[in-house]
Nanobody, 124 residues
Framework: QVQLVESGGGLVQPGGSLRLSCVVSGRPFSTLAMGWYRQAPGKEREFVGTITGYGSTTQYADSVKGRFTVSRDNVKNTAYLQMNSLKPEDTAVYYC?????????????????WGQGTQVTVSS
């Protein structure tokens, strides 16, 4: 059974930074493309970023390009989302996602595994 467990959310001021972590168990980590989604109140869950199994390729939503970075440590079975220059509109529950390819990670209906979510609030 594959499990994804996120951590690292919290309250941060505009312009600040946070790093989210997602620890994966139950499957060889390098066989999974990893990604992040977010869902703000009253809105649909949206794609944020993704990374291939060995970290060679990343892709991002336009709204976070240049501010957010997805990375992974295949020894620690952990994916990360580094968020810089945070804005109030980044406030959401952030979800870790995993699937076979980054193409399928980017398609919400094709994601194989989800984490439970972690709240990120950007406010002064």
């Amino acid at each position: 059974q594959v499990q994804l467990v996120e951590s690292g959310g919290g309250l941060v001021q505009p312009g600040g930074s946070l790093r989210l972590s997602c620890v994966v168990s139950g499957r060889p980590f390098s066989t999974l493309a990893m990604g992040w989604y977010r869902q703000a109140p009253g809105k649909e869950r949206e794609f944020v970023g993704t990374i291939t199994g060995y970290g060679s390729t990343t892709q991002y939503a336009d709204s976070v390009k240049g501010r957010f970075t997805v990375s992974r440590d295949n020894v620690k079975n952990t994916a990360y989302l580094q968020m810089n220059s945070l804005k109030p509109e980044d406030t959401a529950v952030y979800y870790c996602a995993a699937s076979k390819t980054i193409a399928s990670v980017q398609l919400k209906a094709a994601v194989d595994y989800w984490g439970q979510g972690t709240q990120v609030t950007v406010s002064s």
